[in-house]
């Protein structure tokens, strides 16, 4: 985790270290008070940017296309055929179908992060500032082994 300073996080934001305290006292920034000193998760910093971002009255985005990026699932893939829904699959791992769906070229990113946390998917989406409402779907778990025959290893 990225933590800031009051400096830090005013050049970051480009905004002044009075205007800084301001928002804090006001509740009206992510922060965390550690130690008298008062911090400022990076990745927070980021989606609370993207929180107030408006756009131009009239500009739509783009549909994105009916296709799901992401990691290989034959469950899914076989889901999307029997269900007629119409999506296509384009397996090419979790980090690329992440990046498509970033950038608009997918509907939605089958992921599969591994790391020690309770929940690796939901804090990697955490901290992604622009996947900041994003729906997860927990859609299956499963555990991978390998199968030997009787006797190997020996």
Not at 27 to 34: E, F, L, W, Y
Not at 64 to 89: F, K, M, V
Request: charged share 25%.
């Amino acid at each position: 985790m990225d933590l800031l300073t009051i400096p830090e996080a005013s050049d970051y934001l480009r905004l002044g270290e009075r205007k800084l305290y301001e928002l804090v006292a006001k509740n009206r920034i992510p922060c965390s008070k550690v130690t008298g000193k008062w911090l400022f998760p990076r990745n927070e910093l980021d989606r609370w940017v993207l929180s107030g971002l408006s756009h131009p009255e009239g500009l739509i985005p783009p549909e994105p296309p009916p296709i799901i990026g992401g990691s290989q699932d034959d469950l899914l893939e076989w889901s999307l055929r029997q269900a007629g829904s119409g999506l296509a699959s384009l397996t090419e791992g979790t980090g690329a179908g992440v990046a498509r769906l970033l950038r608009g070229e997918v509907a939605a990113a089958a992921i599969h992060y591994h790391n020690d946390a309770a929940d690796p998917n939901v804090e990697a989406a955490r901290a992604m500032p622009r996947l900041h409402d994003a729906v997860l779907i927990g859609f299956t778990r499963r555990e991978q082994g390998l199968l030997l025959p009787p006797g190997n290893p020996r």
